[in-house]
């Protein structure tokens, strides 16, 4: 079996020195040590020698294995090495070019575009844009709002809290939930007559799809002046929605509760697609639920050392967003912060 061995060796060294090319070597490579290889095999054959002929033969094995490794890897070297010099040696010409890049123009993104729109259509009213920490106490998000530690209100609001030893006003540090921890800012911080805006971004723990983000922008306004009444709000509803779809839109308030507001709305308009038939988009009811509202709780109030038994004050917000799927019809909430080019060149 030596003699098989060295033939083996002798053979293949001759190989590896006439190889051309890498792929010549990676063919060797095989030949020698792949699942089927000669040497690979040579080892299975071994069971068949005494004790004396496997003590001459393991250390020869292991010589050859390592020398024809060895001299695979230098002929490989060599044969790189050769590449390189005949590149270095050879000159190369660009064909002339046949085609322009496209010159990419920045523009303001879709949903930045429709708050600023926003914006403006309430500034005409007088608002004024304000805004409020990202990163809040639970006082100022929660407990000032009319919901109080371990209220069953809470549980509308899947609420990320930050796992951090320090504290503000003995309150918990949390991602804001919404915009409505400005209201305790405005309020405490502005004297009646009181119009301000807020656009900002929150985060909840929302099981993601097309129509729920667990980061999402969030608008809302707060007017506070004696003699505000539900008639001022069912206003505001007309006249923003009617700015943003147009006078033939309808606009109707229906009950719906909010811990800080009393009583609460949810701000309806007629479905835009199917102008109140019914269809898929409105699931068949004719109207789309489109903001929530009501006036300014009591507490509320009085936690921002305004008196409630002189003035009063509305609450109006809505998720620029999804109001912005409806108008450009987008089908996935997602989208707006893709970074799709092919999305947001449509805009």
């Not at 020195?17 to 690979?40: C, P, R």
């Not at 496209?102 to 259509?121: D, S």
């Not at 003699?227 to 009950?255: T, W």
């Not at 909010?258 to 697609?273: R, T």
Request: aromatic residues 10%; charged residues 25%.
């Amino acid at each position: 079996m030596d003699i098989k061995l060295k033939e083996i060796q002798q053979d293949y060294l001759n190989k590896i020195k006439t190889a051309k090319n890498l792929k010549d070597l990676d063919e060797i490579f095989l030949s020698l040590f792949g699942k089927n290889g000669e040497v690979t095999l040579l080892p299975k054959q071994f069971s068949q020698l005494d004790k004396e002929q496997l003590k001459k033969l393991g250390p020869l094995f292991n010589q050859v294995k390592q020398e024809l490794e060895k001299v695979i890897g230098n002929r490989r070297q060599a044969i790189r090495e050769e590449s390189y010099k005949a590149l270095e040696n050879e000159e190369f010409t660009l064909p002339p070019l046949r085609w322009e890049a496209k010159q990419r123009t920045g523009h303001t993104h879709p949903l930045t575009a429709f708050e600023q729109h926003t914006a403006k259509i309430f500034n005409k009213l007088g608002f004024v844009q304000i805004d409020a920490p990202l990163i809040d106490t639970d006082y100022n998000n929660f407990e000032v709002l009319n919901i109080p530690e371990n209220h069953p209100a809470r549980d509308l609001w899947d609420t990320l809290y930050i796992n951090s030893n320090l504290k503000t006003q003995n309150s918990k540090l949390l991602l804001r939930t919404h915009t409505s921890n400005s209201q305790i800012r405005a309020l405490s911080q502005n004297k009646p007559p009181i119009r301000l805006m807020n656009i900002g971004r929150c985060f909840r723990y929302e099981n993601v799809d097309a129509r729920h983000e667990h980061t999402f922008e969030q608008f809302e306004i707060i007017y506070v002046d004696k003699g505000v009444s539900m008639a001022n709000l069912q206003y505001l509803s007309e006249y923003f929605l009617k700015s943003i779809f147009g006078e033939d839109i309808k606009v109707r308030l229906k009950p719906k509760y909010y811990p800080f507001v009393e009583p609460g709305v949810g701000v309806d308009g007629l479905c835009i697609f199917c102008k109140g038939k019914g269809c898929r988009v409105c699931g068949g009811i004719g109207w789309l639920e489109l903001a929530g509202a009501g006036m300014i709780h009591p507490n509320v109030l009085r936690a921002g050392d305004i008196d409630p038994k002189e003035y009063s004050g509305i609450a109006w917000g809505f998720g620029p967003a999804r109001m912005a799927m409806i108008k450009y019809g987008i089908e996935d909430i997602r989208l707006f912060n893709s970074g799709e080019l092919a999305f947001l060149e449509k805009f």
